[in-house]
C-alpha cells in the first residue's frame, strides 16, 4: 500500500514546475495522497492549474493570499466542504522585496523587514490556526520550507534570513502547542534549489557552487530530494518526529570554514 494512501494533504507555495513545493507535491502523489492546492492571485491561477491537471480530477484548488484578512479562513471553509479531515499541510511560502535582500542588513526598511515576516513565517502560524479543526484528534502533520541562511549568515539573504530563522522558532512553539491535539510540526532546511524565487538573490550561482564543492555528497540537492523527506515527515514513518528542523543539504550544514 502506499504510504499515504487515503490521507488529504494541503501544499501551499506551488507556483510553477521548478518550485520546491511542486516537487513535493509529485511525491505526495506517487504515495497515493489527495493534493489541495492555493494560488496567490488571479495571475497565479492558470499556471497552478496547468500543474493541478497533471493530478487526478479531485484536486481541490482556490485563492488564498496569506497578507489579505479573511483569506485563509475562506480558504479552509471552502477546503473543509470537501475534505472531512486534513493529515497534512506543507507551508513553503516565502517573500522578501528584491532590494531587501543585497546591499547592507542594518539598511533593512520596516516596511520589508514586516512584510518578510509576515509571508514567510507567521503565515505559518495562520494556516495551522485555519487547518487545525481539520486536523486535530487524529494524527497529522505541517511541514515549512527553511534554508540555512536562518543560523549563518549567507551573503545577500539578509531579511530573508531572519524570516526563516522565526519560522523555525514558529515550527518549535507549534510543536509544543499542537502536539497534545495529535497534530506534528516539523521544518526541512533544504540546500540550494535552482527556482525562480531563488533566482532573486543575487550570486545565487556561487550558493549553488559552493555547496557541490564543500558538501559532504559533493553534489546540489533537487525538488525530488526535498519531496521525498517530506514524504517521510508526512507519513506515518515520521509519526516519533515533532519540532525539528530536518537538513536537505548534501550534508553542506555539518561543514566547518
Not at 493530478?55 to 472531512?84: H, M, S, W
Not at 542588513?105 to 509576515?118: I, K, M, N, P, R
Not at 546540489?220 to 517521510?232: C, K, T
Amino acid at each position: 500500500m502506499a504510504l499515504l494512501s487515503g490521507k488529504n494533504v494541503v501544499v501551499f507555495g506551488v507556483a510553477n514546475k521548478r518550485s520546491i513545493a511542486w516537487g513535493i507535491v509529485q511525491a505526495l502523489h506517487r504515495e497515493g495522497a489527495r493534493i489541495a492546492l492555493n494560488y496567490q492571485n488571479d495571475r497565479m491561477e492558470e499556471p497552478v492549474r496547468k500543474l493541478a491537471a497533471e493530478l487526478p480530477e479531485n484536486t481541490f484548488i482556490a485563492p488564498c493570499d496569506v497578507t489579505v484578512p479573511g483569506d485563509i479562513d475562506r480558504y479552509f471553509e471552502q477546503l473543509g466542504k470537501e475534505f472531512t479531515q486534513l493529515d497534512g499541510l506543507v507551508h513553503s511560502i516565502a517573500f522578501a522585496k528584491r532590494d531587501e535582500l543585497g546591499g547592507n542588513f542594518v539598511d533593512t526598511s520596516w516596511e520589508g523587514y514586516q512584510l518578510a515576516q509576515q509571508v514567510s513565517a507567521w503565515s505559518l502560524i495562520g494556516l495551522c490556526k485555519g487547518a487545525a479543526p481539520l486536523m486535530e484528534g487524529h494524527e497529522s502533520s505541517v511541514i515549512c520550507l527553511s534554508y540555512y541562511g536562518a543560523e549563518k549568515v549567507v551573503p545577500n539573504y539578509n531579511v530573508m534570513g531572519v524570516a526563516k530563522a522565526a519560522l523555525e522558532a514558529n515550527t518549535r512553539y507549534l510543536a509544543s502547542d499542537l502536539g497534545p491535539r495529535g497534530v506534528r510540526v516539523n521544518a526541512i532546511s533544504a540546500g540550494p534549489i535552482k527556482t525562480v524565487s531563488a533566482m532573486g538573490v543575487a550570486d545565487f550561482g556561487s550558493l549553488l557552487d559552493t555547496m557541490a564543492q564543500k558538501s559532504p555528497l559533493r553534489r546540489n540537492v533537487d525538488q525530488a530530494d526535498v519531496g521525498n523527506a517530506a514524504l517521510f515527515l508526512l507519513s506515518d514513518l515520521g509519526r516519533g518526529v515533532t519540532g525539528q528542523t530536518l537538513y536537505v543539504d548534501a550534508g553542506y550544514s555539518i561543514m566547518g570554514a
